[in-house]
């Protein structure tokens, strides 16, 4: 892990200022989240990928290799979103997500999942499967990236919050997450309080029916947000349960897929 570390390291002060999907706080949060739910043999076959750090140390990882000058990791870029048009029917999502170029989003998952279950996957390859892995499951719970392709998941939608310029997709990566002020470990305990049933609840279906939850949260997204608008303390209200929804969400799948895994 000694050269994942070194680029971590690197990464993180080229990119500090930058917001990326969910945000540094918004991966941690998932990635705490997940951590609180993993069975004991998922714990200890991530402890033998990771050592004794945990997930939320690793989760931004994928977004800090954005900035890389090499080009080893440019083509990860596309990992990490599925831009589609509004489909107003699950199966015709189904249809939509399988027809797009790969790699994307929903492809990309599956097959990180497949490289972990592999015996014969290296460990080296195993600890970058796992970093992406993370990162990118946290990826499907943030609606803008399964938003449109038109607008580029929200990005091409310019809006002021509390007097500053953004867009769309930066105002849900990190801006609503970074209003409330809370640390990733305090944002995780307030939001990780479902029961087990509810938990199980949250966790069932599949990697399909979650691109489509989050689609349509991102076509709710849309309907109640006004381009070229200035927004403050009304849209954190307007959204505030359905942020604290989507984190806790990827938190809690993102915990079901690894333990599926190990």
């Known amino acids: 892990m000694k050269n994942l570390k070194l680029a971590l390291i690197f990464t993180f002060l080229l990119v500090y200022n930058f917001g990326y999907s969910w945000g540094t706080t918004g991966h941690r949060v998932v990635a705490e989240i997940a951590q609180h739910h993993l069975s004991n043999k998922a714990k200890r076959n991530i402890k033998k990928i990771f050592g004794d750090e945990p997930m939320a140390y690793w989760a931004n990882w994928p977004d800090f290799v954005k900035s890389d000058t090499t080009g080893v990791w440019k083509a990860s ?70 938003g449109r392709f038109g607008d580029l998941g929200g990005n091409k939608i310019k809006l002021k919050f509390f007097g500053q310029d953004t867009n769309l997709h930066s ?56 381009p070229d608008k200035s927004y403050s303390y009304d849209y954190n209200y307007k959204f505030e349960d359905l942020l604290e929804r989507q ?8 915990a079901k897929v690894l333990n599926d895994i190990f």
């Open 247 to 254: 984190l806790l969400y990827g938190g809690l799948r993102l």
């Open 77 to 146: 870029s596309a990992w990490h979103y599925i831009n589609i048009d509004k489909q107003d029917n699950e199966k015709d999502f189904d249809m939509a997500i399988k027809g797009q170029p790969a790699p994307n989003l929903y492809t990309q998952i599956q097959i990180l999942s497949a490289q972990l279950k592999d015996d014969k996957t290296s460990v080296k390859d195993k600890q970058i499967a796992l970093v992406f892995l993370i990162h990118l499951v946290g990826d499907l719970s943030q609606p803008m990236h399964t």
């Open 171 to 226: 105002l849900w990566d990190s801006k609503l997450i970074d209003f409330t002020q809370y640390s990733y470990t305090e944002f995780a305990n307030v939001l990780d309080v479902k029961t087990p049933e509810e938990v199980k609840q949250i966790q069932s279906g599949t990697l399909e029916d979650w691109l489509y939850d989050s689609h349509q949260k991102a076509t709710y997204i849309y309907a109640n947000t006004v």
